[in-house]
């Protein structure tokens, strides 16, 4: 992650050579072109099979009328995945050489989400979170010996910074043991300790030396996420109103919530992909707070997909809460996102109260179409589509700020400024 400091530029050819084992030294933040690798890809596309679980627990969860045990649980498994992802992310920036061990980790890795994901469903209805917790144990036993390996090559701060990152790690895995023995009133309140413990690691670990992560390489890589994230809940939603319409021949009622859950969907996409955003992430400070508060944009993209399972399932009477709540389900993740997104980045790229208002307005109409009863859904998806014509419309006379290098703004337009 970051600190208050910046190092000095690494040459971007640090990682060097062409053997199947390499030193696994700094890359340089001057590399230009630098892109999402294959195996990037791949790791998203596998954290996702696990998203979907926790998705699915949390529908069922939702639709039986437990939805505070249901959300705890989801905050609590999504915590892990993308935490899990997020210092994978962050390392890969600053570290990646693409030798065979570097790949072979980045394996073992993919497969603790996997065997974290076979855990979801008894952690959600039997609060077992051994599997769960082997998992997660799996991919950061892994991180950390990346973070070894990366101590070896390095000399000086990079080298304390990397045994911090690998030490924090480990003894973090070790107190999440917790969640194993407790007695299960005490687990939530020991998650949220555990939780800003990994949360400070970071800081810690890169008090007086940051690792040379790329801006652009970063914001692509949270795009990306961000994309698959979305995709997901598309996906999610789809297979709810196919089995609505096969199972309970509710076309006209379901026509509504279909056509409003992918108005959602790609307001949600335009919105988020307005602005380009690694100028921003230039200045430390923002990029860690960014980085972090990401947790609430993927957490809440995924959550609409299962909203919208929700809404089908009240909408077929398959779902035992009123269409009130089911409603709920959909509009509320769906201002999160918004609210969150306009937190981290599309406000620094706004000039004047009317452009600053857009996202803000737009997430308090869309949880007052929750109470638009079984047109909730289609009301929401309207007015997200309507913010972002607002936004457009706003942008074309008065064009966005744009980011300097320093994270700090000019008066440069940078194209389109949804929000």
């Not at 190092?7 to 590399?31: N, T």
């Not at 939780?195 to 690792?211: D, Q, Y």
Request: a negative charge.
């Amino acid at each position: 992650m970051t600190s208050s400091t910046t190092p000095p530029p690494v040459p971007s050819d640090a990682p060097g050579g062409r053997g199947p084992l390499r030193r696994l030294r700094a890359r340089g933040r001057d590399e230009a072109h630098r892109t999402a690798s294959p195996l990037e890809l791949f790791f998203d596309l596998c954290f996702v099979v696990a998203v979907a679980q926790a998705g699915i627990e949390l529908v069922h969860s939702v639709a039986e009328g437990h939805a505070g045990q249901g959300i705890l649980d989801y905050a609590m498994v999504f915590f892990a995945l993308w935490w899990a992802w997020m210092n994978f992310t962050w390392f890969a920036s600053a570290y990646d050489n693409d030798d065979v061990l570097y790949r072979v980790v980045t394996l073992v890795q993919i497969a603790g989400v996997l065997v974290l994901a076979a855990g979801v469903s008894r952690a959600f209805e039997e609060h077992d979170y051994l599997v769960v917790w082997l998992g997660y144990a799996i991919m950061r036993v892994a991180m950390a010996s990346q973070w070894l390996r990366a101590a070896r090559a390095a000399e000086g701060p990079e080298r304390t910074t990397a045994l911090r990152y690998a030490g924090g790690v480990l003894t973090c895995q070790v107190g999440w043991l917790g969640l194993l023995f407790l007695p299960e009133g005490a687990r939530p309140w020991w998650f949220l300790v555990m939780a800003l413990l990994e949360m400070c690691v970071p800081p810690f670990a890169e008090r007086g030396h940051t690792t040379s992560w790329h801006p652009r390489h970063i914001a692509e890589r949270y795009g990306l996420f961000t994309i698959i994230v979305l995709g997901e809940t598309i996906a999610a939603a789809t297979v709810a109103v196919k089995s609505g319409i096969d199972e309970n021949d509710a076309l006209n009622e379901l026509l509504p919530l279909a056509a409003g859950g992918l108005l959602i969907v790609f307001a949600a996409w335009w919105i988020y992909f307005a602005v380009p955003v690694h100028g921003h992430l230039r200045s430390s400070r923002q990029a860690f707070l960014w980085g972090y508060g990401h947790y609430l944009v993927f957490a809440s993209a995924a959550a609409i997909g299962a909203g919208l399972e929700v809404a089908v399932e009240e909408t077929v009477g398959a779902a035992h809460i009123s269409t009130l709540a089911a409603s709920a389900a959909v509009t509320l993740p769906t201002a999160l996102y918004l609210l969150t997104v306009w937190a981290l980045h599309s406000r620094h790229f706004k000039r004047g109260i009317s452009q600053q208002l857009v996202l803000p307005a737009t997430a308090l109409l869309v949880i007052c179409c929750t109470f638009l009863g079984h047109w909730a859904v289609l009301a929401a998806g309207a007015v997200c589509v309507l913010s972002v014509v607002a936004g457009e419309t706003l942008a074309a006379t008065r064009p966005a700020v744009a980011a300097d290098p320093s994270g700090t703004s000019t008066g440069t337009s940078t194209g389109t400024s949804t929000g």
